[in-house]
């Protein structure tokens, strides 16, 4: 078992910077990077392989958002810049033991999630 916890979301503005952590307890082939806004289905952000650094970006976010990963503390990172009000959700960290991939139902384990507010 898996133990995945959540940092750094809050209230930002539009064009701010946020950057999540993702802690881990255990050691997961891939990690990931899904978000839930109100009364919408959890969507895929990104996802990183731990070995190799490759990494997976939503359209919606690629070049703002960077995945990132440190191997000595165990944790995710996502860096997020030039946020948008649309980037409004909880943000919620994944990891799985096969390769990344897009679709939430085939992760793991789960963190509990960050609120990440951006006002216009």
């Known amino acids: 078992q898996v133990q995945l916890v959540e940092s750094g979301g809050g209230l930002v503005q539009a064009g701010d910077s946020l950057r999540l952590s993702c802690a881990a307890s255990g050691r997961t082939r891939s990690r990931a990077w899904f978000r839930q806004a109100p009364g919408k289905e959890r969507e895929f952000v990104a996802a990183?392989?731990?070995?190799?650094?490759?990494?997976y970006y939503a359209d919606s976010v690629k070049g703002r958002f960077t995945i990132s990963r440190d191997n000595a503390k165990n944790t995710m990172y996502l860096q997020m810049n030039n946020l948008k009000p649309e980037d409004t959700a909880v943000y919620y960290c994944?990891?799985?033991?096969?390769?990344?991939?897009?679709?939430?139902?085939?992760?793991?384990?789960w963190g509990q999630g960050t609120q990440v507010t951006v006002s216009s």
């Open positions: 990183i392989l731990w070995s190799g650094d490759s990494t």
């Open positions: 994944a990891a799985r033991g096969g390769v990344p991939l897009i679709i939430a139902t085939t992760y793991d384990y």
